[in-house]
């Protein structure tokens, strides 16, 4: 004969039993949400390295043929900049 105790001890462990296999349901959708949001934060972090990056260059570009049309424009004036600049640094260097 099974007792009211036994009864209610065998309904407690069912529960318990469903409460694990449901906790075990979260923790794994709480995971993939976790590596989904993880995995976007990377992406859209590499596509703004990839903006800033490209910017970068584009900037050095411009800066770039600037610098060769003002040497185009003005040799001398360029050939005697960068002397100048050249004797500072040593004399800085120099110290």
């Given at each position: ?21 449901d906790l ?72």
């Amino acid at each position: 004969m099974v007792t009211k105790t036994e009864t209610d001890n065998a309904k407690l462990q069912a529960d318990v039993d469903a409460l694990r296999k449901d906790l075990a349901e979260v923790t794994k959708t709480l995971r993939a949400m976790g590596t989904d949001t993880v995995n976007s934060k990377a992406q859209a972090a590499a596509q703004r390295v990839r903006e800033v990056s490209g910017q970068a260059r584009d900037q050095f570009d411009h800066a770039r043929e600037a610098a060769v049309e003002q040497v185009r424009e003005r040799p001398l004036a360029s050939v005697a900049l960068t002397f100048g600049i050249g004797m500072l640094i040593g004399r800085l260097l120099q110290k």
